[in-house]
């Protein structure tokens, strides 16, 4: 089967906002192109949204997303973190969904919830089913093999706390560093860490996204300003280039 991931480093989704009115919807045609990649007209979006600490706030999350990915002819559905525990409702979610979407929050609570519950394995075994994998902030961060974190600014309810490097589920190699353009010491930060972990690193802006269909990489952009960049460290220096539009894993991996 063939197997896709498109890891979205950030982007408003157009949700209800507490002093009223919309945040702008940032991410259309990323959106559409997860769509586009089940190959079907009426394609299964499940959301999953684990990285938000309460059901009420999975909810919220999830009927952002329903109303967006129905104007795009999906039948919507979600899998509430507390269902997590009992297979037979996760085994008939998972098998049922062609997209299966994790939203932004918390990434080292949820890769630790995954890995408790076993769900991490489930995720993978839906990635090679060729099942359409992605999301957004956490849910770019989730598919690499580590990511630069703002989760203790989010637990400790502190922005003065670091970013942090949080081992992820490894079904892409590298580092991704998501919100790189409105978070000013995330490079700086991650390139002090791809030194001592020796991975490449991956930042994306707001509006950016990369695509990974079986050997090959796309980048996606759904604003003008939008960019992704390969960081990695050559004779003692951190090398930082623009990802061309296209290309093999083989490419992207080099240094």
Known sequence: MTKKIVAIAGGENGRPLPEGGRAPYDTESI???IVRLTDKAHPHFLMIAHSQPTEDR???YFEV???IYERYGCECRDLKSTELEDLAVVQEKIGWADIIYEGGGDTLSMIALWKRTGFDKVLRQAWED???LCGLSAGGNCWFESCSSDSLKIIH????QPFIEVDCLGFLKGYFIPHSDVEATRIPDAKENLRD??????ALSNCAALEFVDDTYKVLKSADTAFARKLYWKDGICCEEELNTA?????LYSR
Not at 197 to 202: K, P, V, W
Not at 247 to 251: C, D, T, Y
């Open 157 to 160: 309810n502190d922005p003065s």
């Open 65 to 67: 997303m329903r109303d």
């Open 130 to 132: 060729g099942k359409v």
């Open 31 to 33: 959106d559409r192109e």
């Open 58 to 60: 999975q909810q919220f």
């Open 247 to 251: 290309g093999s894993l083989e490419e």
């Open 197 to 202: 972990n020796g991975r490449i690193g991956f």
